[in-house]
């Protein structure tokens, strides 16, 4: 993990063990970046514990890391109380009414459907980017369509698409996130007009 200062920019946090896609990206743009291993007190590592009672605690590198691991990858809904804040909102994820989705409470149901609809669920996060109160995330989404949970029965398809979130930060919640995912290609792949060899 380095640390990336751009010339006439405040500095921020590149998450990755070495120089990415998107530092390759900005580098084109113009940008001079200097990695650097920070001082241990510098690394944006999150601990908590998964459960009361002294369980062990785990370490992530960002609190985008953690939301996609402990979330969507383990499938934990009671995850999404603890760093969903109760105002958050997220943008470009819509509820069966088109409406952006609100809290827990109202996330819940969209998760739902997904895990439903993909069990074996997995989002790795490939670049993660920090500055001032907001984390910018690209991933990678695989998963098998296993369930209905999207209103169409099971295909048994594995899905493999991309995406990209920025997420504001408050007080360890995520209180705003704006969600920019290629459901279409998802989409393509379980009609069988794009689809994918099994991983």
């Not at 670049?127 to 048994?156: F, N, P, Q, S």
Request: a negative charge; proline letters at 4%.
């Amino acid at each position: 993990m380095g640390q990336a200062e751009i010339s006439g920019i405040s500095p921020f946090f590149i998450v990755s063990d070495a120089p990415s896609a998107l530092s390759f990206y900005l580098d084109r743009l113009g940008f001079e970046i200097i990695f650097q291993e920070p001082a241990a007190a510098d690394v944006r590592t999150r601990r908590r514990s998964a459960a009361k009672g002294g369980a062990v605690a785990t370490n992530y590198k960002t609190l985008a890391h953690e939301w996609f691991e402990e979330v969507w990858n383990q499938g934990r809904a009671e995850a999404i109380d603890r760093l969903f804040a109760a105002d958050g909102i997220a943008h470009g994820l819509a509820d069966a009414s088109g409406n952006a989705l609100r809290g827990p409470a109202g996330f819940k149901p969209f998760f739902e459907q997904f895990r439903d609809a993909f069990p074996d669920m997995h989002i790795e996060v490939e670049d993660a980017v920090c500055e001032g109160d907001k984390i910018a995330v690209r991933c990678v989404v695989r998963g098998t369509h296993r369930g209905d949970g999207l209103g169409m029965e099971a295909t048994h398809r594995p899905v493999v698409f991309t995406g990209m979130t920025i997420l504001r930060v408050r007080d360890g919640q995520i209180v705003e996130a704006w969600n920019n995912f290629d459901f279409q290609s998802m989409t393509a792949q379980l009609s069988g007009a794009d689809a994918v060899e099994p991983n």
